[in-house]
């Protein structure tokens, strides 16, 4: 049974990859702050009593549904409020700066000479612009795999899917990355 302080270790640590993760879905800061707080609420509520093991499963999993959730009380929005523009979301723009983030927790960067560092923000950049525009599943499935380090099983089963699907997700992403990227004359 996780202790509370372990459970608040464990939200500390993931909270900040997992609004990162949100962002990328939604690309909403408020919307994807909202969604990594019902997760967390979530997991604290149904699952604090379980083991500190099984706790990085289980947020990812809940994680992904309340994303799902999300999704689907937008698409429900939507077709209620079409014709009411009154009632449309006027906050959309809000953008994630990932190179910030990357570039504050990345001594070597520091190191970097200037024309470096803008190199290495525009490649950030171009990667993040075309990660977003991934199909949903396969960004999911992408970002789990290289951004959350979870192996395939644990992707699989926080997606609700097979393995293969995973594999197979994670290949159209990669693939996808890699011929944008090259479109744009980066070579990683």
Known sequence: MATEKELDAFLREVEKRAFKRSMYHVRNEESA???VQDSMMKLAQHYGHKPIEELPMLFQRILSNCTLDWFRRQKTQKALFTHLSDFDSAD????????ETLL?????????????QTERAQTLRSIEAEIQVLP???????????WEDMDVAETASAM???QGS??????????????????????L
């Not at 504050?104 to 470096?116: C, H, M, T």
């Not at 949903?136 to 290289?146: C, D, H, S, V």
């Open 104 to 116: 504050q927790s990345d001594e070597a960067a520091q190191a970097e000479n200037p024309q470096g």
């Open 136 to 146: 949903a599943r396969q960004r999911e499935a992408f970002l789990m795999r290289y």
């Open 33 to 35: 702050l909202d969604i």
């Open 166 to 187: 995973v594999k197979t997700h994670c290949s159209r992403a990669v693939a996808a990355l890699s011929k944008a990227l090259r479109a744009k004359g980066i070579f």
């Open 92 to 99: 959309e723009g809000g953008e994630f700066d990932l190179l």
């Open 160 to 162: 609700g899917c097979s």
